[in-house]
Nanobody, 119 residues
Framework: QVQLVESGGGLVQPGGALRLSCAAS????????MAWYRQAPGKQRELVAF???????NYTDAVKGRFTISRDNAKNTAYLQMNSLKPEDTAVYYC?????????????WGQGTQVTVSS
């Protein structure tokens, strides 16, 4: 039914850039908010950024000024532009979407995409 498909991860040198995409398939729903999380080996999953339906954004301090989250509501897609990447940004990045239906909301997760920052 509803799936979040991620793309855009890969290997990049320090100082480089990547753009992640998260597309929600299906129909008959409205996405309330979308977010990007990341999880490095041995660490807890952490929130990187989120964007509301109205376009308001928030970022964790570690990525402020370097990452930008955006969304295209017509395409049910969220993006994460990552600039000036550092080795400590290395992690599996997960997309999260909260989908609203009458009287209920449901959270969906993408499959994750690996981002590796290394020289």
């Amino acid at each position: 039914q509803v799936q979040l498909v991620e793309s855009g991860g890969g290997l990049v040198q320090p100082g480089g850039a990547l753009r992640l995409s998260c597309a929600a398939s299906g129909r008959g729903f409205v996405i309330d908010r979308m977010a990007w999380y990341r999880q490095a080996p041995g660490k807890q999953r952490e929130l990187v950024a989120f964007i509301t339906n109205g376009g308001n954004t928030n970022y964790t301090d570690a990525v402020k000024g370097r990452f930008t989250i955006s969304r295209d509501n017509a395409k049910n897609t969220a993006y994460l532009q990552m600039n000036s990447l550092k080795p400590e940004d290395t992690a599996v990045y997960y997309c999260k979407a909260v989908i609203r239906r009458i009287l209920t909301s449901t959270t969906y997760w993408g499959q994750g995409t690996q981002v590796t920052v290394s020289s």
